[in-house]
T-cell receptor
Framework: GQQVMQIPQYQHVQEGEDFTTYCNSS?????IQWYKQRPGGHPVFLIQ?????EVKKQKRLTFQFGEAKKNSSLHITATQTTDVGTYFC???????????FGSGTKLNVKP | DGGITQSPKYLFRKEGQNVTLSCEQN?????MYWYRQDPGQGLRLIYY???????QKGDIAEGYSVSREKKESFPLTVTSAQKNPTAFYLC???????????FGSGTRLTVV
């Protein structure tokens, strides 16, 4: 079945460095969502991308949806310790509101 | 404030016992979901419901059961047939198709 693959699995950065996580699908996605889960917490919805080539920004976070709608990325500029957590992408399995979550990228930021 | 409430936060189960995890939302969302998360891993879909009195199996439904008698409530029962139930269970809801999920704070289930 359709899967959403996410890389890297782990990323350790020094505070102030940039960070990027990538999400890839074997099939075209109608949309893609991104979530953040702090250690010991629950996932929190960040954003949804719908259009081919779409780019959205939230302060230091930049989200991109590929032209073919098969890949997406989340880029954090100048990481801070508050960015620590696991970032998940999620793509729809079918026309119902049912998403397949990637395995996540765990970000650790050293002060 | 609107949101999703999961209870209990921690649950310990003896082998062979059934346990029920509660999930209540006051967001007026139609769709509700149960996910399982194992340490260091992503989320796997157990069951989902698009409307009251209707629900569908997800990828890992074996050993679990649900009900959706009210729009606000979507309890999950972990039965004795679930061979490895120790995990973090997350309930979520969404207002309509293809919208972002709101997650509850989760229940950590441990088999003792």
């Amino acid at each position: 079945g359709q899967q959403v693959m996410q890389i890297p699995q782990y990323q350790h950065v020094q505070e102030g460095e940039d960070f990027t996580t990538y999400c890839n699908s074997s099939t075209t996605l109608s949309n893609i969502q991104w979530y953040k889960q702090r250690p010991g917490g629950h996932p929190v919805f960040l954003i949804q991308l719908v259009k081919s080539g779409e780019v959205k920004k939230q302060k230091r976070l930049t989200f991109q949806f590929g032209e073919a709608k098969k890949n997406s990325s989340l880029h954090i500029t100048a990481t801070q310790t508050t960015d620590v957590g696991t970032y998940f992408c999620a793509g729809p399995i079918d026309n119902f509101n049912k998403f397949y979550f990637g395995s996540g990228t765990k970000l650790n930021v050293k002060p | 404030d609107g949101g999703i409430t999961q209870s209990p936060k921690y649950l310990f189960r003896k082998e062979g016992q059934n346990v029920t995890l509660s999930c209540e939302q006051n967001l007026n969302h139609d769709a509700m979901y149960w996910y399982r998360q194992d340490p260091g891993q992503g989320l796997r879909l157990i069951y989902y419901s698009q409307i009251v009195n209707d629900f569908q199996k997800g990828d890992i439904a074996e050993g679990y059961s649900v009900s959706r008698e009210k729009k606000e409530s979507f309890p999950l029962t972990v039965t004795s047939a679930q061979k490895n139930p120790t995990a973090f269970y997350l309930c979520a809801s969404s207002i309509r198709q293809l919208n972002g999920y709101t997650f509850g704070s989760g229940t950590r289930l441990t088999v003792v």
